[in-house]
């Protein structure tokens, strides 16, 4: 999937493709719900840190 990640602020991002989500990382928390389930980030989150040129935590 094409990833499309824009910052909403307070370190919180949008990831569009096809559905919309939002990711928060310092609360560690996406709306699609898998990183709090799974434990580990989700798809969206690990897009946004790529993005970020971050860890992936």
């Avoid at 991002?13 to 719900?33: F, G, I, K």
């Avoid at 434990?39 to 993005?51: D, R």
Wanted: with cysteine.
């Amino acid at each position: 999937h094409p990833w499309n990640v824009t910052e909403s602020g307070n370190n919180i991002y949008e990831v569009h493709s096809p559905s919309s989500h939002a990711v928060d990382l310092m609360q560690m928390t996406c709306t699609c719900q898998r990183w709090k389930v799974f434990g580990f980030p989700c798809a969206h989150a690990t897009a946004t840190i790529t993005m970020k040129g971050a860890e992936i935590l």
